[in-house]
């Protein structure tokens, strides 16, 4: 990685405006995030303390500690190549708009319908990542207050928790972006603490733990399927779905001073960090398993309490305050994990409303004059959200199809513009570049994505029933159909079409340079 060029030391906001206005667009977000905000918003919605917990059982009963130990930073050495490469277009391209934007400027040809493409793949994606945030803060929250307070969680009451978190998250972005700025620092450390905590507790208080060895070779299938690789991999997909949002650098890069520079290390730093954070976690949970014993893993995939880590927690601790306490440290870092999302989504979905693509466009692409932020899109979001997940209410198989186009949505708008840089040869890196290597990193990135949508539409278990059914393929052909409906109703017509990036995107290379 290198710096081809050094950001002015004075004036950094002056020429961070004038960096957006080259690339078409006035600065009208309010630019006060620091460096260290622009990577704990991503830190924040990867979430190592939300998404290990809350997965967990996936790879516990698809290779058990096996898949845990070595899946974890296995996923994670190509999810780096994909937040590398990805960085890398950021920092020419330091827009909230992100990915779509990305896409429309590498594109060869059809460069509107790239950006279209890919800009409703990762806004639904994103509403759909926003929803299952929340929604899972809600599931755990609940769990939490049945052990504290005795309360039976039902699905009325789960949604409605839900509800009052999402509104929660909506009314803090909409004050403004000093104090998203400062709880997404907040998430960092209450991360970054609260797994310090959490390994320290399950490491001097339990009186015995599993050995070294069988923390990473144990093997457990509880999927049904015989063939071990395959079940290895299905493992993986624990991590897979963990690692994900760390494209909100990119888009709260109009707010981050210096974002050429800043946002695509707050993508990489926020993948690096979760990487080590989240094996030091996750190796020390599973090695306070008391019981090894495929009937004592059994066991814990099927706890009262719904979160196999959960029952870690008690069974190691034999403090049942100790472990509703590391419990509430879960429960808080999935309440900052939801806010981030919220922030990047709404700023995404600001974005792609500037350029009249989401019906109602001129009125999502509002910002409020005295906070300077997208207050009308922030609600869009949260509104979307709650829509997304009304199924909950009635059948969870219901919900997790809806939501399941989060990831597999997500890593499609991820790796689509990293495809089209590595077909651009007249692309230009910015200040900030892999130089050499940026060859290798971006064809990795391109075959690790390719390999993980493959398994997200693969089924994880056997017996296949409507319960078990992957629904992930029917909600990605939705989406596609969606766009290409709305392409044709009114993005051929609208979209950037009456922005100064429409006259951008037909432009070449070198003509945008002279600009």
């Keep these: 990685m290198s710096e081809t060029t050094k950001a002015p030391a004075s004036h950094p906001i002056d020429d961070d405006a004038a960096a957006l206005a080259a690339l078409g667009y006035k600065q009208e977000l309010h630019r006060g995030m620091s460096g260290f905000s622009n990577f704990a918003v991503s830190f924040s919605i990867i979430s190592i303390l939300a998404g290990c917990i809350t997965s967990y059982s996936i790879a516990l009963n698809s290779g058990g500690p096996s898949a845990i130990t070595i899946g974890w930073p296995l996923v994670g050495v190509f999810v780096l190549m994909v937040a590398l490469a990805m960085a890398e277009v950021c920092s020419k391209y330091p827009t909230a708009g992100g990915l779509y934007f990305w896409a429309g ?8 319908q790239w950006a279209w493409t890919v800009g409703w793949f990762n806004f639904l994606g994103e509403v759909a990542v926003t929803a299952a945030i929340d929604f899972g803060a ?70 015995h733990h599993q050995e070294v060895g069988w923390t990473f070779t144990h093997w457990y299938n509880g999927t049904g399927w015989s063939f071990g690789p395959y079940v290895f991999l299905m493992g993986l997909l624990m991590a897979q779905y963990t690692y994900t949002g760390y494209d909100a650098s990119a888009h709260v890069a109009e707010e981050t001073k210096n974002a050429s520079i800043a946002a695509p290390k707050g993508i990489v730093m926020s993948v690096v ?28 995939l099927t706890s009262a309490t719904g979160l196999p880590p959960a029952q870690i927690f008690l069974d190691a601790l034999n403090n049942p305050v100790m472990a509703k306490f590391l419990l509430f440290i879960v429960c808080g870092a999935q309440f900052f994990c939801g806010m981030a999302s919220v922030t990047a989504n709404s700023r995404m979905s600001y974005a792609f409303s500037r350029d009249n693509a989401i019906p109602g466009s001129r009125l999502w692409a509002k910002v409020n004059k005295r ?18 997940t009304t199924p909950a209410l009635f059948n969870t198989t219901a919900y997790l199809a809806v939501t399941s186009v989060a990831v597999i949505g997500l890593y499609i708008a991820y790796v689509t513009p990293v495809f089209l840089r590595r077909l651009d040869k007249s692309f230009v890196p910015g200040p900030w570049n892999l130089g050499r290597w940026s060859t290798v990193v971006g064809w990795i990135a391109v075959a690790w994505v390719i390999l993980i949508i493959i398994l997200f539409v693969l089924p994880p278990v056997t017996p296949i029933t409507i319960d078990t059914f992957n629904y992930a393929p029917i909600a990605v052909a939705v989406v596609a159909v969606l766009s290409i409906v709305l392409w044709y109703a009114y993005g051929k017509r609208d979209f950037m079409a009456s922005s100064a990036e429409a006259e951008h995107l037909t432009m070449a290379p070198e003509k945008l340079l002279e600009e």
């Design 105 to 112: 400027r590498l594109a060869k040809r059809n460069k509107r």
């Design 138 to 207: 809600a599931t755990t929250m609940m769990a939490f207050a049945n052990l504290v307070w005795g309360v039976e969680p039902s699905a009325a009451s789960t949604f409605g928790l839900f509800v009052v978190l999402i509104v929660v998250h909506g009314l803090l972005n909409t004050f403004g972006v000093s104090i998203v700025s400062l709880l997404s620092n907040v998430s960092a450390w209450w991360h970054i603490i609260g797994v310090l905590v959490i390994v320290g507790a399950l490491w001097i208080m339990p009186t």
């Design 371 to 388: 906070t300077g932020t997208p207050t009308n899109s922030i609600w869009l979001c949260v509104v979307l959200s709650i829509v997304l």
């Design 273 to 300: 960090i979760s990487i080590i954070g989240g094996w030091i976690l996750l190796f020390s949970i599973t090695a306070a398993i008391q019981d090894g014993s495929d009937k004592g893993i059994a066991g814990l």
